[in-house]
């Protein structure tokens, strides 16, 4: 170690990597450490906010702004690639560019979709992951809005996962499809979309209060809740419920869950597809390696359960 600086090594310019990235560089005295951030993208994305994009109007301003505009100036070097796999035994990540030793890592890659399983769904579905996928989404319902004839019932588009994201979701939709109706001349239909959620409401884990309030409100708009009857599989043209009930759509959006980056790799002890963590968000057993974020998993200390990310 003697006669060179620490490498420490952030993946991930999200909310948590980006905020343990400035606090480091205020804390860390020169010559203690140099900082590096690594993100395949050179700006950083609110992903609370990733579903107004699928909205009536929205400012790509308020969605991401530039790492340029964040961190220039700072003692943070920051490195555009993406992350293919980390080893932590050997003490390096491997990236699209190469091979990166690092000495202190970091971990905030956030997550990817959780298909658990489900025949055809990663085939069959758009996810809401990433202002670029939000892009696509919005991109594809004016395709199919577009293309459906005047006069004809509008395309049927599925939200599946009834959680926080598919729920703003659909408020978002419920906005700005009667928008699309209009424009294009289409048959206003009864339900405008439908939400499907596996368990008995809506925002599941949430206060029921909020989640009764937030069925109502939807209802209002004319969507339709399918609750209490997870995904049993998708097809082209719709999902299959465990009920045997079938939801015919021309568009299929998973919001259903998540799991760890990819990247993650396999040296680590995972708890429902994340890192296991502990009090000081160590990945678990190993000293020098933090987890931040979707990516982490904390226990209860007292039943021992897994915390919300």
């Not at 009864?190 to 925002?203: N, Q, R, Y």
Request: glycine share 12%; hydrophobic share 40%.
């Amino acid at each position: 170690m003697e006669g060179r600086e620490r490498e420490i090594m952030i993946l991930g310019a999200g909310i948590g990597g980006l905020r343990v990235a400035l606090r480091l560089e205020k804390r860390l005295k020169r010559g203690m450490g140099r900082i590096i951030l690594v993100d395949q993208n050179d700006y950083h994305q609110y992903l609370y906010r990733i579903h107004e994009v699928c909205g009536p109007d929205y400012d790509e301003r308020d969605i991401i702004v530039p790492l340029s505009k964040v961190i220039g100036g700072k003692r943070i070097e920051f490195r555009k690639m993406r992350v293919e796999r980390i080893d932590a035994h050997r003490r390096v990540v491997v990236a699209s560019e190469g091979e990166m030793p690092f000495d202190i890592l970091v971990i905030a890659l956030g997550s990817s979709p959780q298909y658990y399983g489900i025949e055809g769904l990663e085939e069959n579905s758009l996810v809401l992951n990433s202002y670029e996928a939000a892009r696509e989404i919005r991109r594809r319902i004016e395709e199919l809005f577009r293309e459906a004839g005047r006069g004809e019932t509008p395309p049927g588009i599925v939200v599946a996962g009834g959680g926080f994201t598919g729920t703003e979701l659909a408020g978002e939709l419920a906005e700005w499809i009667p928008m699309l109706i209009e424009r294009y001349g289409l048959r206003r239909p009864d339900s405008l979309l439908t939400l499907v959620e596996a368990m008995p409401h809506i925002l599941p884990g949430w206060n029921p209060e909020l989640s009764e309030m937030a069925e109502e409100i939807l209802a209002s708009k004319s969507v339709e809740i399918v609750t209490g009857d997870p995904v049993k599989r998708a097809l082209r043209e719709g999902l299959e419920l465990k009920s045997g009930r079938m939801i015919y759509s021309d568009l299929t959006i998973w919001t259903g869950g998540v799991t760890c980056n990819r990247a993650v790799g396999g040296d680590f002890e995972m708890v429902r597809g994340r890192i296991r963590i502990d009090d000081y968000c160590h990945a678990w057993g190993y000293e020098d390696i933090y987890v931040v974020g979707d990516a982490s998993c904390a226990l209860d200390g007292e039943t021992g359960k897994p915390l919300p990310p």
